[in-house]
């Protein structure tokens, strides 16, 4: 089961990512299926399909490129500005599940829902929820006071990225928590280090205090929860 699987994600990946330049994903949006290199990448994808099979399974083959051309098919239809990220998501869902269900029909396998919906998975995925959108959500309580003021300053300065900072932080909370998860409480060092050096030009102006102030309050919150969060959570693994 588990060489059939990485032989069928790896022809995946290279058929979907690595041998697809971006100028046909741009045509095929454009053309739905009148572009030829939908039809291209589909033979791209049967190529690699063959080749890292060694031209055996040749049922799920023939099952993979028909759903596959359906799935990216029905994607470039259904495509739009306001959606294009979320389908990309939705048609790679799709491309696995059909992945996974021709290694099922192939090599039945049985998955154990008591430890998927266990105790330690539980937890640790409700200390994921937690250090990415909860304590973000804390944050924006604890910080309330000082937002409007520092988004008028930086707005005058250009502004930023829409949702940047949720982002950053979300992606910091997740570093420090895992660096704490596997010991490396050194790393968090380096962390906070890169991320002072990334901020020191718009903090080293004087006019920019304000700002200074309030990134400085924000890192510290945020990493504070993710290490509150690492050590709790570390302990509670200890007990249940």
Do not use: C
């Not at 099922?104 to 250090?131: C, H, K, N, R």
């Amino acid at each position: 089961m588990t060489l059939l699987t990485i032989k069928l994600i790896l022809a995946h990946f290279i058929g979907d990512f690595v041998l697809q330049p971006g100028h046909w994903v741009e045509d095929k949006l454009k053309k739905k299926w009148k572009s030829k290199y939908l039809y291209w990448h589909m033979a791209i994808h049967l190529a690699a399909l063959l080749l890292i099979l060694q031209f055996s399974h040749l049922g799920i083959i023939a099952i993979i490129i028909v759903t596959h051309f359906l799935i990216d098919l029905g994607k470039l239809v259904l495509t739009n500005p306001k959606n294009n990220r979320w389908l990309f998501m939705v048609d790679q869902i799709l491309h696995l599940g059909v992945i996974l269900l021709m290694v099922y029909w192939q090599e039945p396998f049985q998955v154990d829902w008591s430890s998927i919906l266990g105790t330690e998975a539980l937890l640790f995925i409700t200390f994921l929820v937690f250090v990415t959108f909860v304590s973000g959500i804390l944050m924006r309580m604890l910080l309330a006071p000082y937002i409007v003021e520092v988004m008028k300053d930086d707005a005058e300065e250009g502004g930023s990225l829409k949702n940047a900072g949720r982002y950053i932080g979300m992606l910091e909370r997740l570093f420090v928590f895992g660096f704490i998860l596997i010991g490396q409480w050194a790393s968090i060092g380096l962390l906070i280090t890169a991320k002072s050096v990334f901020r020191f030009g718009d903090l080293n102006k004087g006019k920019n205090r304000k700002l200074t102030e309030y990134v400085l309050i924000g890192t510290l919150l945020s990493f504070g929860l993710a290490i509150v969060a690492g050590i709790l959570y570390n302990y509670l693994t200890e007990i249940v």
